[in-house]
């Protein structure tokens, strides 16, 4: 990564005075081209599973998410997506499950892409699963209409195998790290475990035992992080059938399943405990074991019948041989089987250890997929630099992981030719953030402005390498669309007053930006700044990052302005061409403190009809422009006016408006700013005189046609 960065002492290389306007940054608009409507699978979120219905049934909730143009969401999402049951899910009608999913997809218009289960589920479920939400045969309409209230097809067409190797084979993978031991009682010796047998088991599938415990790391929590199946009981019972959560178990052999059961157990006490350890060593006593004659079990199912029956306050832990998963290889090949257009993605890249598997080269040409995911979240620089107060460096972190990612390509485009692909496979990313840091605490900058630029400036950026073909990107999904709390990871918040994080804000910038059309912005005079990098060197980078973007309307022409400097303010000067007849600005301002999460933002809108835009951009901001035209570009336009000689007076007019002209009037059309037609008539001479008594105060516009062309100008009525 960064192997010296943290250790160098902050070098001075700013101006002294914070607020100074360095050189214009010059946008240079001559014509617009017609813009890239961004492909939906590049607009994506993760939505859990967890969510609840109320969460996204209020008006708070549509309006905030209309502004982040959402094309994709990634579903089940997050480490749940491996052991999530969605026909039993469909019990709990207020949960985000899958006939909800399916209404929200119709009232959203958006489209699914899934995380399919993969330890506690198997090929031909998945199989059936995609038949569900994709078949047009009649008896999977009716299967959708009983089940989700929705009888047509839900066209999934993205698939998700896995989540890193995390639930399926004992969280050996999470966001924040490997584990590379599971733990036992205290004292006993604890078992390494192998990246490239945890790897190996993504692929191929295989067996785990299911026991012991592991630390508590990326969305474990006490009861989560021990191994084995837990169960409480409240109240007394005779008896018991439980499901396994990891099936199927060994029926062959009976030590492959052991039972503990805890008297008494005292779920307060547990609640206050820091380590798994304590819990599991007052639950995995010798004395609590269940004996062979108590318990009877199948592959999928455990048959309690303890003697003198279940207890209340009994806690039971079921410990277990899993057998007979099977790897994303088999995975992918049952998707494909099943609708071969689907796209089907893998979630643990390829190691040297894991490439040096005899046989799995051969496996991977046979099973490709069409894309493999990547989490780029950026802790590892981000924070150190901002608990260094290196705030304009924590940004540039942006630019420099998205240069990882295209080296991403470089390396599949060698596998390609090295191990004989078809094709390299495209890239997903999803999961990612400008840090995960569950223990930063509160009023940390990374929930702040600086959280902002850099999830800004990362998805602006890929998506303008994608559209240059720096990099082949598949799908993209932000980590968190919605979440109670305030965790600064998610963009928007259910809570007592619905709030929009300031990511979602950044995003929301972003998107409203360039979702509809995005284009490259020529820029001249960029200016720049001196940060430190690398081993301690000094380098150079452009203090700003701009994007363009276009209405799907084409009367809307907006920018987003980045300001990465730390120090100063930049002046921006945007000359606006003569064929655009511009009726209002939009301005969109979000700035914030750097030292801790306080934010600022800000919105106006004014009239605007200038040839010349110049203001000045805060440091260490987002600045959304939003130049709105009377006539979208390309229709109506004034592409004749400095052949021609126009004078409108009074201006602003009062009850009437005189035009002369100096060539003969052959036409003379009114509009208001929304471009309707007001009035038309024809015209001789050079002279015109307009009644305006009967209109209301405001800006518009008048279309003029003569021997020489067509013009367009604007005047204000009082």
């Known amino acids: 990564m960064l192997p010296n960065l943290y250790k160098l002492v902050l070098l001075t290389f700013f101006s002294t005075a914070p607020f100074a306007l360095f050189p214009q940054l010059l946008i240079n608009t001559d014509s617009i081209p017609a813009g890239q409507p961004l492909p939906a699978e590049w607009r994506g979120h993760n939505h859990s599973a967890n969510s609840l219905v109320s969460w996204y049934s209020n008006p708070d909730y549509e309006r905030e998410y209309g502004k982040l143009h959402v094309g994709i969401e990634r579903w089940p999402g997050g480490n749940s997506g491996n052991s999530y049951r969605w026909q039993t899910e469909l019990k709990y009608p207020n949960r985000f499950n899958l006939k909800n999913v399916a209404a929200y997809m119709d009232r959203f218009d958006t489209r699914l892409q899934m995380v399919v289960n993969f330890g506690n589920g198997s090929p031909a479920e998945t199989a059936h699963l995609l038949r569900l939400c994709n078949s047009n045969l009649p008896r999977y309409r009716q299967l959708r209409d009983s089940l989700l209230d929705h009888p047509d097809a839900l066209d999934v067409k993205i698939w998700e195998i896995g989540n890193e190797s995390t639930d399926a084979w004992t969280f050996a993978w999470s966001w924040l790290g490997y584990q590379k031991k599971i733990h036992f009682r205290s004292g006993e010796p604890s078992l390494k475990l192998s990246e490239k047998k945890v790897d190996s088991m993504y692929y191929y599938g295989g067996e785990f035992y299911r026991q012991g415990w592991v630390e508590i790391i990326g969305g474990l929590d006490l009861q989560t992080a021990i191994l084995g199946d837990l169960h409480f009981y409240a109240n007394a019972r005779a008896s018991d059938t439980v499901k396994a959560e990891f099936p199927a178990l060994d029926t062959g052999d009976p030590s492959a399943i052991r039972i503990f059961r805890t008297s008494g157990f005292d779920l307060s006490w547990a609640s206050t405990l820091s380590s798994p350890g304590t819990l599991y060593d007052s639950i995995a006593q010798l004395h609590n074991l269940l004996s062979a004659n108590e318990f009877d079990y199948s592959s999928e199912k455990i048959f309690l019948h303890p003697n003198g029956g279940i207890k209340s306050n009994d806690l039971i832990l079921i410990e277990y041989l899993s057998t007979g998963h099977s790897g994303a290889f088999e995975f992918r090949d049952s998707i494909k089987a099943n609708d071969p257009a689907s796209q089907v993605g893998y979630t643990v ?7 040096s598997i005899p046989g799995f080269i051969d496996d991977f040409r046979q099973s490709p997929p069409d894309f493999m995911i990547k989490h780029p979240y950026a802790t590892r620089i981000t924070k150190p630099l901002l608990d260094s107060a290196y705030y304009a460096e924590a940004a540039y972190a942006a630019q420099f992981k998205v240069q990882q990612l295209i080296h991403f390509r470089e390396e599949w485009s060698q596998r390609k030719s090295d191990w004989n692909l078809a094709q390299a496979p495209g890239l997903g990313i999803s999961e990612w953030n400008i840090a995960l840091c569950d223990e ?79 284009f490259d912005v020529k820029v ?40 990465r400097d730390d120090r100063n303010a930049h002046q921006l000067e945007w000359p606006i061409p003569d064929s655009w007849v511009c009726d209002s600005l939009l301005i969109e301002t979000f700035t914030g403190s750097m030292s801790d999460s306080q934010t600022s933002h800000m919105i106006q809108r004014q009239a605007f009809s200038d040839t010349l835009l110049s203001l000045s951009i805060p440091r260490y901001s987002l600045l959304r422009l939003e130049l709105k035209l009377a006539f979208p570009v390309g229709g109506i336009r004034d592409e ?18 005189t035009l002369v002209s100096g060539e003969e009037l052959e036409r003379v059309e009114l509009y208001d700013l929304s471009g309707h037609l007001l009035l038309q008539s024809a015209a001789q001479g050079r002279h015109f005189e307009l009644p305006l008594n009967d209109r209301p105060g405001g800006m ?19």
């Open 440 to 518: 930063c605490p509160a009023d940390h900058p990374l929930d702040g402005i600086a959280g902002a630029l850099f999830v800004a400036d990362f998805w602006g950026r890929m998506i303008e390498k994608a559209i240059q073909d720096s990099v082949d990107l598949s799908v993209f999904n932000h980590f968190g669309l919605v979440a109670s709390g305030y965790n600064f990871i998610h963009l928007l918040h259910p809570n007592k007053k619905f709030s929009v994080s300031p990511e979602g804000i950044a995003v929301q910038m972003l998107m409203q930006a360039i979702a509809e059309g995005y």
């Open 640 to 657: 004749t006016a400095e052949q021609m000689s126009l004078q409108l007076y009074p201006n602003p007019a009062g009850d009437r408006l």
């Open 700 to 718: 518009y516009l008048l279309r003029i046609r003569t021997e020489k062309g067509t013009a367009t100008r604007t005047f204000i009525r009082q």
């Open 349 to 355: 890249n390829i190691s040297p250890e894991l490439e």
């Open 524 to 563: 001249q005079q960029m200016p720049t700044l001196t940060i430190l990098w690398e081993g301690g060197n000094s380098k150079e980078i452009d203090a700003l990052s701009v994007y363009g973007g276009v209405s799907a309307g084409r009367d809307r022409i907006q920018l987003l302005i980045i300001n």
